[in-house]
């Protein structure tokens, strides 16, 4: 939808932990998966990547780098996300009612009312509370993610961590370093950013999601951060294992929500 100043915004789901992250301006990029995932065969020797515009057309390529050249920009001009100047708004679990205003809660504040949640994916675009501004999207494999956008991404630091222990029946403490941690996650945290984020990641990908057809599931998908494709079969369907996905990578800020 194009707003008044001319730019286009477009809704994009988080989870709870992750509008925390934003509000406290620890996340100002994410990570989501490509809808179209290239694959390599190996009679053939060749890659071969789909083109996003869902005719079945595709490219046939003998290496990656060859793939990157021709293919990515494809799918960076058909982002689903928008491009720089964009404007993505938040759509969050919440809850609200109308009586004399509209009252509203959202469960990353922890507040609740009377009235059930609703799921992050009805929320309409006046719910909305938080407006991102695109300030670069760029395509990549999961796995090449440095440091610091693993950061970037809502993790926690705590340099010179302190992590206790019972020693005979006593209290010990011992500094372990610096230690990440995502919300939810191992109490004890990941020694590198890159860990605590892959742990992160799984966390939300990594499960069999269903594939709809008339509202009925008729396989599985999964995009895990280990670096595997394979078809395996869960509940009786298929399960196409999709790991070390190509995704998008889109950057942001926060800004004033148009009036």
């Not at 988080?14 to 992250?21: H, Q």
């Not at 079945?56 to 293919?71: I, L, S």
């Not at 100047?85 to 009612?97: C, Q």
């Not at 790991?243 to 800020?253: A, D, R």
């Given at each position: 939808?194009?707003?008044?100043d001319?730019?286009?915004?477009r809704g994009?789901l ?8 934003i509000?406290?301006n620890?996340k ?5 998966v490509?809808?179209v ?14 083109y996003?515009?869902?005719d ?16 990515w920009?494809l ?9 720089v ?13 109308r009586?004399s ?7 990353a504040?922890g507040e609740?009312?009377?009235?059930p ?20 999207v ?10 610091e ?13 302190i992590i206790g ?6 209290y010990h403490?011992?500094i ?18 890159v ?32 670096d595997v ?13 999709y ?17």
């Open positions: 939808m194009k707003r008044a001319g730019k286009m915004e994009i988080f989870k709870a932990p992750m509008v925390l992250a509000n406290d620890r100002t990029m994410t990570r989501r490509c809808d995932q290239p694959f390599f065969v190996e009679d053939q020797g060749l890659w071969h990547a789909f996003p515009w869902g079945g057309g595709h490219g046939m390529y003998e290496n990656k780098k060859e793939m990157m050249e021709e293919a920009p799918l960076l001009a058909r982002c689903p996300y928008g491009k100047g964009d404007i993505l708004y938040v759509r969050e679990t919440f809850s609200f009612y009586e205003n509209i009252r509203f809660w959202y469960r504040d609740y009312g009377k009235y949640w609703r799921p992050s994916i009805h929320m309409p675009r006046w719910a909305s509370r938080i407006d991102l501004e695109i300030t670069g760029r395509i990549e494999w999961l796995q090449d993610i440095s440091e956008d693993a950061l970037a991404e809502g993790l926690h630091e705590e340099l010179n961590c222990c019972h020693c005979n029946g006593g403490q011992e372990t370093g610096d230690r990440y941690f995502y919300d939810g996650g191992n109490e004890e945290g990941y020694l590198n950013p860990n605590a984020f892959s742990a992160l990641w799984d966390s939300i990908n990594a499960a069999p999601s269903p594939v709809l057809n008339n509202g009925k599931t008729t396989s599985y998908l999964s995009y895990p951060w280990e494709r394979a078809r395996r079969e869960h509940r009786g369907k298929a399960w196409q294992v790991g070390n996905p190509l995704v998008y990578v889109v950057e942001f800020k926060k800004v004033e929500k148009e009036k």
